[in-house]
């Protein structure tokens, strides 16, 4: 079973803090993405990666940076948190191909104080 | 750039009630078309897929059609259980690049 893994389920942070959100995947994925997602807005893309070291920015990059230094891990860092960073991101990988899915994490609820 | 548009929820359904969830889109070419379904408190998982035009997707009673006229891949339940309960995304590779574009999710409540 293809697994995708987020290191927290919750999180309650302070704003300021710098935190990091960690995704692993078990299944060789080339792509891995972060994604947020807000009621009545779904799931938007804040930043994704098609290769080690490699990244681009997704629609709402601001405030954010990732990190992607061996193939099957992907951090998204928040650098100083606020609160309108509250929110549940999404953690995602698939193969290279436009037409392949994405597996999803289960999510991290981060609630910035 | 590509889109896609579903229909505002919350829709609230009996158990055994018949289910449509509308989705249209916007893209270049033909690309493949998703619906993902996402319980509460978790991530989303794949539901159903359909690669090109006319193709059906299939799965746990629901299904969805391709269809390229219309610019539409509507999901359909012929009858509905509360353990449906839940929001469902329709989602499309995006043309520029490699992560799937989604709707704005739609969510499903279903009363016993």
């Known amino acids: 079973d293809v697994k995708v893994t987020q290191s927290s389920r919750y999180l309650v942070k302070r704003t300021g803090e710098k935190v990091f959100l960690e995704c692993v995947q078990d299944?060789?994925?080339?792509?891995m993405f972060w994604y947020r997602q807000d009621p009545g807005l779904g799931l938007r893309l804040i930043y994704f990666?098609?290769?080690?070291?490699?990244?681009e920015k997704g629609d709402i990059p601001e405030g954010y940076s990732v990190s992607r230094e061996k193939k099957e891990r992907f951090s998204l860092i928040l650098e100083s948190a606020s609160t309108n960073q509250t929110s549940m991101y999404l953690c995602?990988?698939?193969?290279?191909?436009?037409?392949?899915?994405?597996?999803f994490g289960q999510g991290t609820r981060l609630t910035v104080v | 750039g590509d889109s896609v548009t579903q229909m505002e929820g919350p829709v609230t359904l009996s158990e055994e009630a018949f289910l449509t969830i509308n989705c249209t889109y916007t893209?270049?070419?033909?690309?493949?078309l998703f619906w993902y379904v996402q319980y509460p408190g978790e991530g989303l998982q794949l539901l159903l897929k359909a690669t090109k035009a006319d193709d059906k997707g299939s799965n746990k009673g629901f299904e969805a059609t391709y269809r390229k006229e219309t610019t539409s891949f509507h999901l359909e339940k012929g009858s509905v259980q509360v353990s449906d309960s839940a929001v469902y995304f329709c989602g499309l590779p995006d043309t520029g690049r490699r992560a799937l574009t989604f709707g704005s999710g739609t969510r499903l409540q279903v009363q016993p």
């Open positions: 995602a990988s698939s193969l290279v191909g436009r037409n392949t899915e994405a597996f």
């Open positions: 990666s098609y290769d080690v070291k490699m990244k």
């Open positions: 299944m060789d994925h080339e792509n």
């Open positions: 893209a270049t070419g033909y690309p493949s």
